[in-house]
């Protein structure tokens, strides 16, 4: 019996889009689906060493795509997927992120291929550091592309009530982690005996709000607690400007950031927007109780008073800390709530069946 070929295509390839994909095609039976990946890169958010943590049985493409909009460079984009798509004629293909979900449903139409699905990952029009021209109008450009054809696979409980906005051929397939990856890279050791540390991981940038996390730093003002922030990105110099020291550890690779993040006694998710993020779930697989914002993403995963608290506000937020801060005990038990839920919920080797369903279906 021939094996079932299955086309991701990705251009946002780095931070928790990266860690999704990767894990959804290395853990496909292999003996059942012949897996191709055809990715962008996205320095320095895509590690250099990024073919090491990709299944070498998983073919790999790579054909240029940019974030924002390009006419000249999006036609181009659109002329590499076609042609790859042509010569390969695959039974189903997976689109990650909106640049990619756009042009590979444009692509797929020309060709008749139907069976495709989207998982936009943070749907672009709820973007917060644009204006609400663009969000309307990549709003639009969402509702075309749903015209092409295709399932569009919702990552969160909210970000499947958005979807069904944009298409009714939309479902709900939450992301998920490799939790025996994660185990293996667990520290040993604390990061400092002698303090509290509150982190978080991920790229520095509008999405993550580092201005936020700052004013959280300042306010929380507590000789027992340093921050830290696992990555770096072009909003860098925010936190270098904080009037507080914090800590930036600069890009990691994966194992060395789930190594930190194991480090960390409380971790912080700051964000104006999400899809549903890996870095929280990783942070809970870990048995961290998390502080976040309470927007699309964060409260589909953390509970508030039982794995950790949402946030509407600033006040709010420096009050959840500092009753975490003064209580080990409740740190311990909202951390262990928290892995006990991303392992019933969230662990990759069963949601990746839900997968291989859906590859399989008859065009």
Known sequence: MDKIKIFHIVESFGAGVFSSVTQLCNHIDKDKFNVFLVHALRPPETPMNYQDYIDEQVKLIHIPMTREISLSKDIRSLIAIYKVLKEHRP?????????????????ARMLNIRNIYYSPRGFSFLREDVSRFKRRLYFILEKIAACFGGTIIGC??????????VSSRSILIPNGVDLSLIEKNRANDKWDKNKIIIGTSGRISPQKN????????????DKRVAFV????????HVLEGSD??????GWKNRKESLNLVSMLDIYIQSSLWEGMPIAVLEAMALGK?????????NRDLVI??????LSN????????LRILVDDQKMRREMGEAGRAEIALKYDIRKLVKQFEVLYSAKE
Not at 244 to 249: A, D, E, F, H
Not at 313 to 320: I, L, M, P, Q, Y
């Open 304 to 309: 508030h008073g039982k794995t950790g608290y």
């Open 156 to 165: 969160s409980t909210d970000e499947f009530s958005y979807a069904k906005t």
């Open 91 to 107: 039974h189903a293909i997976h689109l990650h992120s909106s640049k990619a979900g756009f042009l590979g449903r444009f692509a």
């Open 313 to 320: 506000n600033e006040s709010d937020f420096v009050n959840f």
């Open 210 to 221: 580092p201005h936020y996390f700052c004013n959280i730093a300042s306010s929380l003002a």
């Open 289 to 297: 109780p998390v502080v976040a914002t309470d927007i699309v993403g």
């Open 244 to 249: 507080v020291k914090i800590i930036k550890t």
């Open 229 to 236: 922030w696992i990555g770096d990105g072009e909003m860098g």
